[in-house]
């Protein structure tokens, strides 16, 4: 999640460099996970960072959301910003697909001491998010590109009225802006369809941002 924002005449490890000078610290946990990750986990890349935490953070200071939803947990990084951001009484449920993750994952939520409020399911979000029996206030969308849309419905059945649903890489390094997409790039047909599919929603207000990877933020106004 790298190349935060694109501005002319400054390069980007300048900027970025700028802005996280001018953001409040990352917490040490925060930056050991995100230094073991690069070590030790292929395609760290996929990791949230510094500033992608702090805007989920603030998003949570915000919302005061009771029940938050992450589908995709990767090593665990904005699920641990998220929950830790979370009033009193609050949980968050996050989901990850790689069973290989799980040990990994439970040992950065052992150390935050976050237990009671990070809830991990391993396994297809799309198989356990029907099991839910409680809609949620808050749904962060990152994980595999060509099911965005797929994720996108189930998370409505799983909303209310005043949900927030933020999707992360809606931007795609730029691909979605491209005429015409190579046949086997699942990925960026996926976001492409899930723009589409987001912007012809009569259900839901929306508001695509041209920061980090292209982060879109949904308000649901009424019922699925």
Excluded at 13 to 31: A, I, Q
Excluded at 66 to 87: H, N, S
Excluded at 100 to 123: A, Q, T, V, Y
Excluded at 133 to 154: H, M, N, S, T
Aim: hydrophobic content about 40%; glycine content about 8%.
């Amino acid at each position: 999640m790298s190349d935060h924002f694109k501005h002319k005449g400054i390069s980007h490890p300048d900027l970025d460099r700028y802005l996280t000078e001018h953001t409040s610290p990352e917490p040490v946990l925060l930056k050991k996970l995100f230094r073991e990750t690069h070590v030790k986990i292929h395609h760290p890349r996929r990791t949230s960072d510094h500033l992608t935490g702090k805007l989920l953070e603030m998003i949570c200071l915000m919302l005061k959301p009771m029940r938050v939803l992450e589908i995709g947990t990767f090593t665990g990084y904005g699920a641990l910003v998220m929950a830790a951001a979370l009033p009193e009484g609050g949980e968050l449920h996050t989901i990850e697909v790689n069973d290989e993750m799980e040990p990994f994952i439970r040992k950065w939520i052992d150390e935050s001491g976050l237990n009671n409020r990070i809830i991990l399911h391993i396994g297809d979000a799309l198989s356990i998010m029907p099991g839910f029996e409680f809609p949620f206030d808050l749904i962060f969308i990152d994980g595999d590109k060509d099911q965005y849309v797929e994720y996108y419905e189930a998370a409505m059945l799983k909303s209310h009225p005043g949900t927030f649903i933020i999707a992360d890489n809606t931007l795609w390094s730029g691909k979605v802006l491209q005429k015409e997409i190579p046949e086997g790039d699942h990925f960026t047909r996926g976001v492409m369809r899930f723009n589409d599919h987001v912007q012809a929603d009569g259900r839901v207000e929306n508001l695509l941002l041209p920061v980090f990877d292209g982060v879109t933020v949904v308000y649901v106004t009424r019922d699925a």
